[in-house]
Nanobody, 127 residues
């Protein structure tokens, strides 16, 4: 079992920045690839960014490349999403998720791969 708690959401003006954090806790020694997803009202959940257990490999949705950065600190059991140049259409509930993996360098990006999800946190970008 993995427990995930997001923080750092809120209201920001277009062009601004936010840093989301995800604290994860587990009693196992498994490797977990981590990801961030978002879901806007009336839309499907979409992949935003993913990071391998090692932290050495990352993947991003095309729409956020160059503006968002995912990172992790395994010593602190934390995953971060730095979001810059935010756009109003990126208003959504952002959730972090954990995927138990066998390879430390694997990056997950499909929702079905993730077994554990946080409650989500609201990010609102005003125009």
């Amino acid at each position: 079992q993995v427990r995930l708690v997001e923080s750092g959401g809120g209201l920001v003006q277009a062009g601004g920045s936010l840093r989301l954090s995800c604290a994860y806790s587990t009693r196992t020694s498994s490797y977990y690839a981590m990801g961030w997803f978002r879901q806007a009202p009336g839309k499907e959940r979409e992949f935003v960014a993913g990071v391998s257990w090692s932290g050495g490999n990352t993947d991003y949705a095309d729409s956020v490349k160059g503006r968002f950065t995912i990172s992790r600190d395994n010593a602190k059991n934390m995953v971060y999403l730095q979001m810059n140049s935010l756009k109003p259409e990126e208003t959504a509930v952002y959730s972090c998720a954990a995927d138990p993996v066998l390879r430390r360098d694997y990056v997950s990006r499909w929702p079905y791969e993730f077994d554990y999800w946080g409650q989500g946190i609201q990010v609102t970008v005003s125009s």
